[in-house]
């Protein structure tokens, strides 16, 4: 039961961190991207669920719901902290940007991925069945 508190702690002290640090890398995107609502969704190893968002990002009804208008940029799945990190992006600004722009935010994207990822770096990874960590950039279409 310790160990149950502990790792608990521990997540919620991560997330705090993880939250702390990358509102100003959502404010960095909002500035590269005035017109754009960015979101982060976490998930950890334990099924837990986060969303972190800019002001521009419609907010869901319920967090398990996902953002309602995002559309996945970039994510990686099995990292050290989390099963997964999304970077979504509102989809209705997705009509007005041209495929240069969409490149730098996926650049931006994948950066801001990495970042939580190794800041979160607290525990042993958690690795595919290959034994490396994925990532996807999903770019126009996705």
Known sequence: ???QINSAATEQDVVF???ESFVG???NLNQQFPNTGFGIALKTHEGN???LANARMPLPSAKSNGFPTGRRVA????GTRFSSIEVLADSRAFDT????TEAEMLGNALELIARIDSFS???PASLT????TQIAATGTGG
């Not at 940007?97 to 240069?100: F, T």
């Not at 069945?129 to 490396?132: A, D, L, N, Q, V």
Request: glycine share 12%.
């Open 97 to 100: 940007i041209s495929p240069g």
């Open 129 to 132: 069945e290959s034994g490396h």
């Open 17 to 19: 961190l993880a939250r």
């Open 25 to 27: 890398e959502l404010k």
């Open 121 to 123: 770096g607290m525990a």
């Open 49 to 51: 669920e986060y969303l």
């Open 75 to 78: 994510r990686l799945d099995n």
């Open 1 to 3: 039961m310790t160990e």
